[in-house]
């Protein structure tokens, strides 16, 4: 496991063990920063390793949850040491010959891979494991969506970073961020990816060509605007749908309702809907409040929650995996 000291490795560390993924021998790497820390993993304590070229030989899987650039380091020594890396970063997502793949979705294209599958971007997961079980009953021609989306996503200094300045701003200072670029305590703000020369930010087109390529829909028309809130580990989204003609509400909850990895919480008497708090430590991504768009006749509307290190990251990257062990 490489980033095995970070949000995403020590979910991987925990979904591994609680699904009884089969592990020989788990070698656990990160930076220099972390090595030598000890990790309790199914009853026996880990050394964390720096990573070197020679930590990937006799290893059949490589779950990377490193960044891009550490990603693109260590694929060669990877793939030459005969292992297929499932990487959650953004470096191969959008390259011709690596699968992106969300296991409910678009579990046979995992098996046409090179060496590197890639795992998508949180957002871009939660909302199609929504939009697949829809689009496969009338065709989707437009997808609007606006995302609020945790600390957690930004890494486990982020998340440490709200809760610090929310204690910080509680006690009257003033709060100083150091990991996201403004304090996220008793705030939001458009999420800080880098700006693209179409004025849409990095993790908005994310979100676009992503869903495009796990959903085979290379013309979808689909708009996001990202935004970084509050809430330390799930992720919610605003979506707005339309079809080549009118989706009964009816119609879509069964197909939600029946959706693997779908769950629905539509409780109309109590107000009651989806909430980051509903979600989190959990798999399935909770939908609901689905209604029609007073606005256009064929589109619904929707809202959808999900634990975005668990879904949005480990646990699509250990579902992966899973597609990949022999059949016993
Ligand atoms: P994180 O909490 O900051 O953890 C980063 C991990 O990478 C740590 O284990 C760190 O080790 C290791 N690392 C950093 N630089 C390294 C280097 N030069 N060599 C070896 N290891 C290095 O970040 P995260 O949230 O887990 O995210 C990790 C990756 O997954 C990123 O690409 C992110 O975009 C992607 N991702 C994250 C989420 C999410 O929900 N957070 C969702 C989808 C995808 P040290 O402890 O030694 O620094």
Redesign the pocket.
């Known amino acids: 496991m ?10 991987l560390l925990q979904l591994l063990e609680e699904r009884r993924f089969p592990v020989g021998e788990l070698r656990l ?7 030598g ?1 000890t990790c309790q993993w199914n009853g026996q304590t880990l050394i ?1 390793q ?2 070197t070229a020679s930590a990937f030989e006799g290893v059949d899987l490589v779950l ?8 693109k ?2 694929r060669e020594a990877i793939v030459a040491a005969g292992a297929v890396m499932v ?5 191969f997502r959008m390259e011709d010959g690596v699968p992106l793949v969300v296991p409910e979705v678009n579990p046979d294209a995992a098996f046409a891979h090179n060496g590197v599958i890639a ?4 957002t871009t ?1 939660l909302l199609t494991l929504a939009l697949a079980p829809l689009a496969a009953r009338r065709p989707m021609q437009r997808v609007v969506v606006s995302t609020y989306q ?1 600390a ?8 440490d970073e709200l809760k610090d300045l929310s204690r910080a701003v509680l006690d009257g200072e003033a709060p100083k961020s150091e990991v996201l670029p403004h304090s996220l305590a008793f705030n939001l703000f458009l999420h800080n990816s880098p700006l693209q020369s179409n004025s849409y930010c990095e993790e908005e087109m994310k979100m676009v060509n992503e869903t495009r390529k796990i959903m085979g829909l290379p013309d979808l028309r689909f708009t996001a605007t990202c935004v970084r809130v509050p809430v330390l ?1 799930a992720h919610s989204e605003a979506v707005n749908v339309e079809f080549a003609e009118s989706f009964p509400v009816q119609e879509a909850r069964e197909l939600l309702a029946a959706a693997p990895g779908v769950e629905l919480l539509e409780d109309p008497v109590n107000n009651r809907f989806p909430m980051p708090t509903d979600v989190t430590g959990r798999d399935p991504v909770v939908v609901g409040r689905i209604r029609q768009d007073i606005s256009e006749d064929k589109a619904l509307e929707f809202w959808l929650c999900g634990d ?2 668990r879904k ?3 646990l699509n990257a250990i579902q992966i995996a899973e597609l990949l062990l022999p059949v016993a």
């Open positions: 490489l980033g095995a000291s970070g949000a995403v490795g020590q979910e790497l990160a930076s220099a920063r972390s090595a820390q964390v720096e990573v990377a949850s490193a960044g891009g650039s550490v990603s380091q260590w990487d959650n970063s953004s470096a795992n998508p971007n949180c997961i945790s957690s996503g930004a890494g486990a200094r982020a998340m580990r975005q290190i949005g990251a480990a």
